[in-house]
């Protein structure tokens, strides 16, 4: 029997005992996690297969021959690879920072992507290693001062580029005073879904003081995907980043002369931990924490001057987000929604955008002058700098405020970078300027685009056409998920799959808790035992799959707000999507041929959804 002793009396931080009846085991968890694990916040995407709704998934095939790597101590099951390897480093200070102090921004040059040499592409699959130190930091990107925590001291996180193939090493050491883990979104982990960051059911967080390595297989998959932190509302702080595959099989390759990376997210000036407990604080149903602003590739300049006077705001060395773009050539962006509540409509002026890829899926090209971009998803758009209007132009990126539950909550909607047409061949992309150089520039004078804005939250899904045009199969099994948020005796608000809600357990993951032999495959096994070890079946929300199935999942969404919808560790057909209640006479009516994969979906308010999957 195992016994816990609470031997802390630190604010943030309490140590304690695990006794095995071989000895006791000291350890770190960070008080406000208990909290935090109490309730979803709303605004993080509700998870299919992790943090809502587990799946157990009979596709993964995966032979759990692997050497196992996990720290001894803490005595895990000896079952499968459950951990990468655990060392214990020395803790990293945290670092502080003050007004003015512009070290903690990343180049953004780091995100404009090597010269696409494609004959490298199909040399042998290669193993990139990153080693990355996590720290608490003050900083202030958009001019206001606020905690943050960030990868190796800089803001935002560094950029992984790899080869289709490759083996991507990731050592995360946690130098921050809570733990940590990391999600690779879209990313399949075919044999080595352990390494998904999914605390609570494929992985303890990393405590503070130590460190963990995550081993990625590349194979199968290209496009444009993205990293953040699976524990609590981390990211919101500052722990993400862009991850691209690059491979030969990748159509149009050749249509751009550059390749760079553009995040927009939302962005607040609290920590995020207040935010969530203003969230869950009595009788705040339906009022998600509105965001103080946005930023594009972590940067933007606040007026001082319309700032609530609790803040520290000095913007004078705060600068716009810069994308260089070669005059006469064309030119792939990758955008990427790294926010954690609003959607964003985008465009930039004088330009339309020829949309070519939707969260890693290649698509027939499409021309657009805005689009719509929720959170967690990507799309790639060819640009022609061909305008003979001007040389400069503004990147427009707004929050669409009519999906918050108070439009006029956000001070300014809309955040914008310049994007300026260079002369000759640049390898420099996106650039960052001086203080003096942007205090002194003529800042860019166009118009957008004159049509009605966006006042609805959701994709552009029907109108976008894969290059593959796979036929979805026929499904094996229906399931029909009712999702919402429930508030218990006017207490805590939690989402909700029909009746159930998800609790994760932090020190003994799901993944962990599978007692099968070695040397079997996943879909080979009694779902039945697995399930029981698992999950409390009679009270939790298990969807049971024997096998390799075809399902579809049917989502009616009763909630006011929109939700953007993941499913980790594959992708999946959206088959159909509509107002109001599901018509059950239309299921058999709905075409197979041409529908869009990806990863991640928007399901708007008072909506329905239809995906199948292949698990």
Known sequence: ???????????????????????????????????????????????????????????????????????????FFDLIPHHGNWTVSDPVPTSTRTPGTRAFMRDPSEYVLSPPDWSRIRIRPKVKEYNWTISDVNANPDGVMRPMILVNGQFPGPLIECN???????????????????????????????????????????????????????????????????????????????????????PGRDRYETDQIVMLHDYYHDFSRNKLYEYLAPDAENAEPIPDGALINGRNRQDCSKIDKKYICDSTDSRLAEINLMRGVAHRLRFINVGAFAEFEMGIDGHTMEVVEADGTPLVPNSYHRLNINVAQRYSAIIHANSTEASEFWLRARMINHCFSDPDAVVEPEVRAIVQYTQGKSKEGSSMPTATAETKRVLPTTTPWDREIAVVCQDLDGKLEPIDTIVAPEPDQLFYLRSNFQIGNYSLSRGFFNSSSWKRNLTSPALNRVTIPRNKILGDIDTDDVMKNLFNVDKGMVLKVDGVKVVDLLIDNYDDGNHPMHLHGHKFWIMAQGNGYFNASDYSTVPREGRLLRDTVTIGKFYHDRIISHL
């Not at 031997?7 to 095995?20: L, P, W």
């Not at 709303?42 to 998870?47: A, E, K, M, P, T």
């Open 164 to 250: 289709e193939g490759d083996t991507v090493k990731i050592t995360i050491h946690n130098g921050a005073v809570n733990a940590t883990a990391f999600h690779w979104h879209g990313l399949f982990h075919n044999g080595s879904n352990w390494m998904d960051g999914t605390t609570g059911v494929t992985q303890c967080p990393i405590p503070p003081g130590e460190s963990f390595t995550y081993e990625i297989k590349t194979d199968g998959q290209y496009g444009t995907y993205w990293y953040h932190s699976h524990f609590s509302t981390q990211y919101i702080d500052g722990l993400f980043g862009p991850l691209v595959i690059h491979s030969p099989k990748e």
């Open 1 to 75: 029997m195992l016994k816990i002793s609470n031997n802390s009396q630190h604010t943030d931080v309490e140590t304690f005992e695990i006794d095995d009846g071989k000895g006791p085991i000291a350890g770190l968890r960070a008080k406000d996690a208990m909290l935090q694990r109490k309730a979803l916040f709303r605004s993080i995407i509700l998870l299919l297969s992790a943090s809502v709704l587990t799946i157990t998934l009979g596709a993964l095939l995966t032979r759990l021959d692997g050497a196992t790597r996990y720290a001894p101590k803490l005595q």
